[in-house]
């Protein structure tokens, strides 16, 4: 297994998961936006996280934020769909590789 190499979002997925236990509540945006982080962490170990993923999700979280939920909504699901895609791809590279190999 590759090792996760620490950066902001994983950070920030620790913070927001302490905040919102400490809170004691957990929004159905903010369960979303964290299982999608999971998921991207999930691609980048995997060395198949997309390019723009990383950036909807800061994206989303700042949206959020300033209180437009529409927005933030709609780029928590395209980044958990590049997420899930990424996921499918290296699970699917892991093997397909071999047929392209010439013999």
Same mark, same amino acid.
């Given at each position: 297994m590759v090792p996760v190499r620490a950066n902001r979002s994983g950070l920030a997925v620790i913070i927001l998961a302490a905040v919102f236990a400490a809170a004691g509540c957990t929004t159905t945006f903010e369960r979303q936006w964290t299982e999608a982080e999971q998921l991207r962490l999930e691609a980048a170990a995997a060395g198949a996280e997309w390019l723009q993923t990383e950036a909807l999700l800061d994206?989303?979280?700042?949206?959020?934020?300033?209180?437009?939920?529409? =927005? =933030?909504?709609?780029?928590?699901?395209?980044?958990?769909?590049?997420?899930?895609?990424?996921?499918?791809?290296?699970?699917?590279?892991?093997? =397909?590789?071999?047929?392209?190999?010439?013999?």
């Open positions: 994206q989303a979280r700042d949206q959020a934020a300033e209180g437009d939920m529409d =927005a =933030a909504w709609e780029l928590v699901d395209k980044a958990r769909f590049q997420s899930e895609a990424a996921v499918r791809q290296a699970e699917y590279e892991s093997t =397909a590789w071999q047929n392209r190999v010439i013999k």
